[in-house]
């Protein structure tokens, strides 16, 4: 009698259960049960299968090989299409890039501008005697020389008896430079209210003595009907005789410099003033503009920014600050144009010509302003638009109303007419092309129109790394009839196989060969 020969599937089922023994004897029963309650069946192809990413179950249950091939080349086509568009979309988010809106606005009454007007000629002849005068032009010339860069000397022996100092200086600047008194402001109507000197604040630039009407922003005069005669209205003799520039090329020039600006913007006569000549009457209206720029790194503007000795910060105040710490720093004195601490002394004649006007050709030059500054543009800033029309000034009925020849009203006479165009102002608002939910909006767009992807099939990626994970450190979970044998044997049961017929214990011991 031969030993008896078990069925192939029979010793399988052996081998089986010595491995699900050896299993249990390692002591880890908890953790194959909790593997086997989060996994279940076959993690990856659970998760191609049933995850919301269109395609994975098309490739898991493809019927054949090219069928799985052709379902595997159209999801990588999709998934390269998606992330080529979604690099596109991040990209264009990191441009920075810009639009700019506009828009016009209707209001009953806008806030009138400032306007600062000034005099081609610094010093009247009238005022300065003939020696600080010949003084004040070797100054003059040197100033217009170092600016134009061209090669200029500086006789300072001829300021070592000067007529007067730094403190006289100033004040010299300020009495005998244009002033808008009785015998200069002819007339001045603001609507039809009579205007004065009082009502004009008075800076020192580039052009001596300079003077703003409409300046205090907390009395600042609105205008609530556009057109001419609505606005302001001057009449302003320059003293054309009277003048006292250095003959040169670049200081020839008659009539006055005008600028309509906001109250907060200082005045930047020598870049932004509009030149009006004797004889002229001038009408110029105006339109309000408003800026809003963009934070960096979109635009340039950079929120929180203030000046020290302005009360709100601008472009123009911030150079005129920086020059001055510049000027300050070197030079050890502060010019009366620029702004500055009250105990900084004033800067004498030959300070002026030896340091001064040197270290603000820099300026002028563009040598320091942008490396050195580093000024960006405002967050919000006031524009106002400036259209000009002109006409001769006057006729000669003008004889009999001001009593004087027509020669000497159109060769001393400035006429100024300034008014809003319409009551409504324009805003230039910069906004970003790309926000961030836009951008997160792209991206999600892309997924979903490639791959049929959402935050919930996110959701279920990450689950499948985490059962990954599970699986990585406790193996494979085990089948379902490995997992219903061990609960028996636990149990002290026998428990059926489903689908498959059960060795028998007399099945074995009949199995008996006779040879012959």
């Known amino acids: 009698i031969a030993p008896p020969k078990f069925p192939a599937w029979l010793q399988k089922g052996q081998a089986l259960n010595k491995g699900k023994e050896a299993r249990m004897s390692t002591g880890c029963s908890c953790c194959t049960s909790a593997r086997a309650f989060l996994c279940g069946e076959p993690v990856d192809y659970e998760f191609a299968t049933n995850t919301t990413c269109h395609g994975a179950a098309k490739i898991a249950n493809a019927h054949n090989r090219v069928h799985r091939l052709l379902w595997v080349l159209v999801f990588l086509g999709s998934f390269s299409i998606c992330i080529w568009w979604i690099a596109d979309r991040v990209g264009n988010y990191y441009g920075y890039r810009t639009n700019t809106e506009i828009s016009r606005r209707f209001v009953d009454k806008l806030t009138f501008p400032a306007v600062t007007v000034c005099n081609f000629n610094r010093y009247r002849a009238s005022k300065v005697s003939p020696d600080t005068l010949e ?89 609530p009907t556009p057109g001419e005669g609505n606005g302001l209205r001057m009449l302003i003799n320059i003293h054309a005789d009277e003048y006292t520039e250095p003959a040169s090329m670049d200081s020839l020039n008659v009539g006055i410099k005008f600028l309509v600006h906001d109250q907060h913007d ?25 800026y809003i720029n963009e934070r960096w790194p979109w635009g340039q503007c950079l929120p929180g920014r203030t000046l020290q000795y302005y009360d709100r910060y601008s472009l123009n105040g911030c150079l005129l600050e920086c020059r001055a710490r510049r000027v300050e720093d070197t030079c050890r004195c502060l010019p009366a144009s620029l702004p500055g601490p009250v105990d900084t002394p004033h800067c004498s004649p030959m300070q002026l010509g030896e340091c001064v006007y040197p270290e603000l050709a820099k300026f002028d030059q563009g040598e320091e302003e942008v490396g050195l500054c580093n000024c960006s543009v405002p967050c919000e800033e006031t524009k106002y638009q400036v259209s000009m029309s002109y006409s001769g000034w006057p006729n000669k009925n003008a004889v009999l109303l001001f009593n004087r020849s027509l020669d000497d009203l159109r060769t001393n006479y400035v006429s100024l007419d300034i008014f809003y165009q319409d009551l409504n102002y324009q805003t230039f608002q910069q906004f970003q092309t790309v926000t961030v939910p836009g951008m997160i909006s792209d991206i999600g767009g892309q997924l979903g129109f490639f791959l049929g992807a959402s935050i919930i099939t996110l959701s279920e990626f990450l689950e499948y790394l985490i059962l990954k994970l599970i699986v990585h450190v406790y193996g494979p979970p085990p089948h379902k009839d490995e997992e219903e044998d061990r609960k028996g044997e636990e149990d002290g049961k026998e428990v059926p196989r489903k689908n498959n017929i059960q060795p028998q214990e007399s099945d074995q011991l009949q199995a008996v060969i006779v040879e012959p």
């Open 135 to 223: 003084h004040l032009w070797e100054l003059l010339h040197l100033h217009t020389g170092v600016v134009n860069r061209r090669n200029s000397t500086y006789n300072t022996s001829l300021w070592e008896s000067s007529p007067i100092n730094a403190t006289e200086f100033a004040t010299l600047t300020k009495e005998s430079s244009f002033r808008l008194d009785e015998e200069t402001l002819i007339m001045c109507k603001w609507m039809d209210e009579d205007c004065t000197e009082e009502d004009f604040e008075h800076h020192f630039t580039t052009y001596g003595n300079c003077w703003t009407f409409n300046w205090n922003t907390s009395l600042a005069r609105t205008q």
């Open 266 to 290: 200082p005045p930047k006569m020598d870049s932004e003033g509009l030149a009006v000549a004797p004889g002229t009457h001038v009408y110029t209206s105006i339109i309000q503009q408003k």
